[in-house]
């Protein structure tokens, strides 16, 4: 089989390597559109914390985080074994014991038989800012030992690397497509590719292709600005997930790195541009978070477009009335967490395999 992949955040990658795991010959085409969301995106894998409680969705992001260790043992056999991956923890906070009661009651059931969550428990506020020293005072908090950050440019580039390994072509360039019979045909900067299948993971982006065939999915970009701040000589790089009771949160990497996020800006289409407001929103949450961040050095503030699907959940599969064609997106705010699993599961649609993952409640409406 030959597959064409559009598109190479963690999504396509993930697809990729699974098809060329499978022995597909793979092509993937990536335009890097400015605000790649994978680029920008912050690297929380701590599904269990969400305030989200639509089932479907809880069920596909929380599988997305069980899919992580196994993956990585995965990519280590082949040789790639850093991607930034770290079980630091999460700590939910809470200015009260009532807030940390609500965080229990939401939690505590989703752990429950989770092979990646581990233990969940409350943390003193002496506690808390031990862990992460720059945290203002008032906050108890709940920590979950499974929650995790990842670098999400090394992962998704580990698996493309996996891809490549395996004899994927990597090519950057842009995709278009139209009909060709009862299926699509894609062509390179404007050059024909052969492909039995044409898998299309373009993201926030993916409606200029699909407008091309007469189709559309509803998925609108999201943008978000997210600060990068370096606290010079501080081994961060074991500090937790901190997550208060809103959109935002602050987590750290190593070498004194502090990443603060982030806005959710609708209706701002692909308006790639830093605001006054978007660095306010940011940087004063930050600080009304972490006063200690106050004389770090802000070394960038990155910006992404967010897949953000209407129904928020994710869309995986063929696409009905044309044959060769497969669709991925709608990841949104959760994609760093649940992408490579929906790019496995993407891939085994592709393949004519049946998923690992019941994909009813995930298919494509285009
Ligand atoms: C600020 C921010 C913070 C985030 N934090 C987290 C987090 O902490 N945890 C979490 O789980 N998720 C997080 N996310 C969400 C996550 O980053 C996204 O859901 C995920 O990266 C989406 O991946 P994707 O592969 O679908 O899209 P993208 O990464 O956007 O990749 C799509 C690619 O397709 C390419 N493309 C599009 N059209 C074409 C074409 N015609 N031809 C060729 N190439 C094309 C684009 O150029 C792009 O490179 C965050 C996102 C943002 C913006």
Aim: aromatic share 6%; hydrophobic share 45%.
């Amino acid at each position: 089989m030959r597959a064409v992949v559009v598109g190479a955040g963690i999504f396509g990658a993930s697809a990729a390597y699974t098809l060329a795991q499978a022995g597909a010959e793979v092509v993937v085409v990536d335009r890097e559109h400015e605000g790649k969301a994978t680029l920008a995106g912050a690297g929380i894998v701590c599904p269990w914390a969400t305030k989200q409680e639509e089932p479907r969705f809880l069920r596909f992001y929380t599988a997305g985080a069980e899919f992580y260790p196994g993956l990585l043992e995965e990519l280590a056999e082949a040789g790639i074994d850093d991607c930034g991956y770290r079980r630091v923890g999460c700590l939910v906070l809470a200015r009260d014991t009532a807030g940390l009661e609500a965080a229990e009651a939401r939690i505590l059931p989703r752990v429950q038989g989770s092979r990646t969550a581990g233990e969940v428990r409350r943390v003193s506020e002496a506690d808390a800012r031990e862990m992460f020293p720059p945290l203002a005072e008032g906050y108890q908090a709940l920590r979950i030992a499974g929650g995790a950050r990842v670098e999400a440019r090394t992962v998704a580039s580990a698996l493309l690397e996996a891809a490549w390994r395996r004899g994927a072509e990597v090519r950057r360039g842009l995709v278009d497509l139209r009909l060709a019979g009862s299926g699509a045909e894609a062509l390179v900067d404007g050059t024909p590719v052969e492909a039995d299948v044409i898998v299309v993971t373009a993201g926030a982006w993916a409606n200029a292709i699909l407008g091309k065939l007469g189709r559309e999915i509803a998925v609108a970009p999201q943008r978000g600005q997210i600060a990068h701040l370096r606290l010079e000589g501080t081994d961060t790089s074991r500090w937790p997930v901190l997550l208060p009771q809103g959109s935002h949160y602050m987590l750290a990497f190593d070498a004194g790195r502090v990443v603060a996020g982030a806005t959710r800006e609708s209706g701002a289409g692909f308006d790639y541009r830093l605001t006054a407001a978007g660095q306010a929103e940011v940087l004063n949450f930050a600080l009304g978070l972490a006063p200690g961040l106050a004389s770090a050095t802000h070394i960038e503030t990155r910006i992404g477009f967010r897949p953000h699907s209407e129904s928020l959940l994710p869309m995986i599969g063929g696409v009905s009335g044309i044959d060769n064609l497969f669709v991925g997106n709608g990841l949104g705010a959760g994609g760093l967490t649940m992408g490579p699993l929906a790019g496995r599961l993407l891939a085994q649609a592709a393949l004519g395999q049946s998923p690992d993952f019941d994909l009813a409640d995930y298919a494509v409406a285009a």
